[in-house]
Nanobody, 123 residues
């Protein structure tokens, strides 16, 4: 099986920073794209940023210039550095990964989600 475990959420004042981490573990052969999504109360889950296996990145317009996504392939971990946080960034943040895992001698592709971590930006 595969698990994604997030950490780093919390409460911060506007203008502050937080760094989220998401570590993948289990019978992993390789990880393709990884990303961060968020869901605010009453809204649909939406992409924040993603990063391919070769390091190419993409960001939602609302976070460009403030958030940075990165990954450490040796640790199967993706990060989200969030700077200049705004109240509208308040949401539950979810990690997502496209993973090729071992099942016996076979490799099976699957899409996995973390449990979510709360980020609250408020004065």
């Amino acid at each position: 099986q595969v698990q994604l475990v997030e950490s780093g959420g919390g409460s911060v004042q506007p203008g502050g920073s937080l760094r989220l981490s998401c570590a993948a573990s289990g019978s992993i052969f390789s990880i393709n794209g990884m990303g961060w999504y968020r869901q605010a109360p009453g809204k649909q889950r939406a992409l924040v940023a993603d990063i391919s296996s070769d390091g190419s990145t993409d960001y939602a317009d609302s976070v460009k210039g403030r958030f940075t996504i990165s990954r450490d392939n040796a640790k199967n971990t993706v990060y989200l550095q969030m700077n200049s946080l705004k109240p509208e960034d308040t949401a539950v943040y979810y990690c997502n990964a496209d993973i090729l895992r071992w099942v016996g001698v076979s490799r099976i592709r699957g899409n996995y989600w973390g449990q979510g971590t709360q980020v609250t930006v408020s004065s």
